[in-house]
């Protein structure tokens, strides 16, 4: 029996040490929400998020046959569609695209 409560202790260790750290990314991934559209809300953060798409040529066709062309491509493209895009607001993307 006392190796039962052992193991019953750990498993619940284990289970809201996991919790805690779904928390704690759950916090951080809403402090990086607020800071993208608190960026993306100012003139300057407008401007900076129009060049780095221009820069990217984000929404632009890839006609390129080259392999390692069009993965450097895609990942440009991924810096915006993957960490930046999904987190803004609709008002902020219609805003900047």
Do not use: C
């Amino acid at each position: 029996m006392h190796g039962l409560n052992k193991t019953l202790d750990k498993l619940l260790k284990r289970e809201q040490s996991k919790n805690e750290e779904f928390m704690q990314k759950e916090e951080e991934r809403k402090k990086y929400v607020a800071a993208v559209n608190y960026i993306a809300s100012t003139n300057h953060g407008k401007y900076f998020f129009k060049a780095l798409l221009k820069a990217i040529g984000w929404g632009r066709p890839n006609h390129t046959l080259d392999a390692r062309q069009l993965l450097f491509e895609n990942g440009k493209d991924s810096v915006y569609s993957g960490l930046i895009r999904p987190y803004l607001t609709t008002e902020n993307k219609k805003e900047i695209e």
